[in-house]
């Protein structure tokens, strides 16, 4: 569950993520323009400004009023749905994440370094700079990209993430039971049930760094780290002081 945050940790994967919607949006609006006699962008959308906003963005790289998480109002993308024959909300908003998912994971995973909540979980990792991180990912492009023996690829979870879904390990009575958990149940005017909108993306972004991205990478890479980690929180011990100190042979 994602908690409000005025700030935004991640600029860098939130602008690679906006600019993924607004090129696809600019897109759509030129088709539709194509086929109107006098396309205008009211009949798009009534507040102009606003969409405006949205076409420029991946050009301009600026949000009216330096408000990150409104790029795209749910109301905004429900009527892109209705009026530039986009699929559904979904769509609107990440589109096909297979497009962009290694400049997604590159950015993300050296921004986070860069975070102090995350800090102490990359002392002596070895994906400190674009090299290492594109080298990981090369290494285990098929678990990334594919689903296969160990589960559900990263890809597959990160599009789960963007319909607003995430598994974790709940207590279910006496025992934990992996369940279907919701990224953003914070209720605001532009948060819906069924996907994932801009309103709280960083938070979002935490959800899935720590319920996804962190758990993939240690049981992937990190055998070494993994058996580490079962011993010092069997004690009792802070996790995240412990030193990750090689990435292992795939």
């Known amino acids: ?20 919607a607004s090129k696809r949006i600019d897109e759509k609006y030129n088709e539709w ?62 589109g096909n994440p297979k497009i962009y998912f290694k400049d997604f994971f590159v950015t993300l995973l050296l921004e986070m370094q860069k975070s102090e909540n995350y800090i102490d979980y990359f002392w002596d990792i070895p994906l400190s700079t674009d090299e290492d991180i594109e080298t990981f990912y090369q290494n285990f492009e098929d678990e990334i990209l594919s689903d296969g023996e160990r589960g559900q690829s990263l890809l597959s979870c990160f599009i789960d993430f963007t319909y607003n879904i995430h598994e974790s390990m709940e207590p279910v ?11 953003d149940e914070s209720n605001l005017k532009n948060v819906s049930s069924e996907i994932l909108t801009f309103e709280n993306l960083p938070s979002s972004l935490d959800v899935f760094i720590k319920e996804i991205l962190l758990p993939f990478i240690w049981n992937i890479g990190f055998d070494d780290f993994n058996e580490r ?14 030193k990750i100190k090689k990435i292992t042979d795939k």
């Open 33 to 94: 323009a194509k086929h109107q006699q006098r396309p205008a962008k009211v009949d798009v959308y009534s507040d102009t400004k606003l969409l405006t906003n949205v076409l420029d963005y991946h050009k301009t790289k600026e949000i009216a009023n330096g408000n990150y998480s409104k790029l795209v109002s749910l109301k905004l993308a429900k009527a892109l749905v209705t009026n530039l024959d986009f699929n559904d909300l979904n769509e609107v908003y990440w």
């Open 1 to 20: 569950m994602v908690k409000v945050v005025k700030e935004n940790p991640y600029p860098k994967t939130t602008q690679l993520i906006y600019s993924q």
């Open 229 to 242: 980690l079962e011993q010092e929180a069997g004690k009792g011990h802070d996790i995240r002081k412990i």
């Open 173 to 183: 009575g006496d025992i934990f039971k992996l369940q279907n958990m919701k990224v």
